[in-house]
């Protein structure tokens, strides 16, 4: 007979959760995918045209990018399809050891915690899912919530479906909270602590600046874990770590190297443990309470 979700210890999932752009890359998604092939070849260019558009229109400068990329691509005749930018995100330069660091820290949760303990991965970005979804990593990702584009009958873009900017990133994070990771589930309806899935103090998020403190002010205050990682050599970047760090935003910081044995593999290992014991600590109170209060 199978047991009911109050009869068995359902906290066993970590959330790792990451930011892409200039988190997992050094560079924006874009910069290495469509905006080459549109004939921008600085980043920068592009991005305070986006700045420029939004202040002019008083629009979102999230929908402003995405808008400004559509009217762009059509100009040079390029195509904008999910199959397009799928096959663009070869393109996509990593930080040292991205590439193996999910596997890698998967591996790790397997080999050294109870069989019960899980971890998943999810990616939130501003950038496109479709281009995330193409990237060689996104084969270890539990979850990618990312902006979307709407397509026509021709697979052509055509307006923002979904967008995803700093404050709206913190939807997700009660998505995998609450295990209603579909956009059309209501999460604003009251949920007990018990009964959601992945408890806040089992996410850990790895960021870069500024445009992640929503997301890592609303997993501190609840009991979870963040990590600010900067660019190597980038003062700029490494000046915003640390004033997160003394914020309290942050748990730690790191360069962006994500190889095995660097300072980042270890503190995201550390904070990895420290999940993992509490969890198998609130997994024998509750089975304490099971035996002595059925």
């Not at 923002?160 to 295990?179: A, E, H, M, S, W």
């Not at 929503?214 to 700029?236: L, R, W």
Request: aromatic letters at 12%; one cysteine or more; charged letters at 25%.
């Amino acid at each position: 007979m199978r047991q009911s979700q109050k009869d068995r210890f359902v906290h066993n999932v970590i959330a790792l959760v990451y930011d892409f752009d200039g988190t997992l890359t050094p560079g924006a998604m874009q910069e290495y995918t469509v905006l080459p092939e549109i004939g921008i070849k600085k980043g920068k260019q592009f991005w305070d045209e986006v700045e420029k558009e939004a202040l002019k229109t008083g629009g979102e400068e999230i929908v402003t990018y995405m808008r400004l990329m559509i009217e762009m691509s059509r100009h040079k005749h390029y195509p904008v399809t999910p199959k397009v930018l799928k096959s663009l995100a070869k393109n996509i330069s990593y930080y040292p050891g991205v590439k193996t660091f999910f596997e890698r820290m998967t591996n790790y949760v397997e080999t050294k915690f109870d069989v019960g303990v899980k971890l998943r991965h999810y990616v939130i970005s501003a950038g496109l899912k479709e281009i995330i979804s193409g990237a060689s990593i996104a084969r270890y990702s539990y979850k990618i919530f990312a902006s979307e584009y709407y397509y026509n009958e021709y697979d052509e873009a055509t307006f923002p479906k979904v967008i995803v900017n700093d404050t709206l990133k913190t939807q997700f994070i009660f998505r995998i909270n609450k295990g209603k990771e579909s956009l059309h589930e209501n999460i604003n309806l009251y949920m007990p602590p018990q009964r959601r899935p992945v408890p806040f103090q089992n996410i850990l998020y790895i960021g870069d600046g500024l445009t992640d403190v929503p997301c890592m002010t609303v997993i501190k205050k609840n009991g979870g874990f963040a990590i600010a990682v900067y660019k190597p050599g980038d003062s700029k970047g490494l000046k915003t770590c640390k004033e997160l760090l003394k914020a309290e935003r942050v748990d730690f910081i790191a360069e962006a190297d994500y190889r095995s044995n660097k300072e980042l593999d270890r503190l995201v290992k550390l904070l990895l443990n420290n999940i993992a014991e509490g969890i198998r600590y609130n997994k024998e109170s509750f089975n304490q309470s099971k035996k002595y209060f059925p």
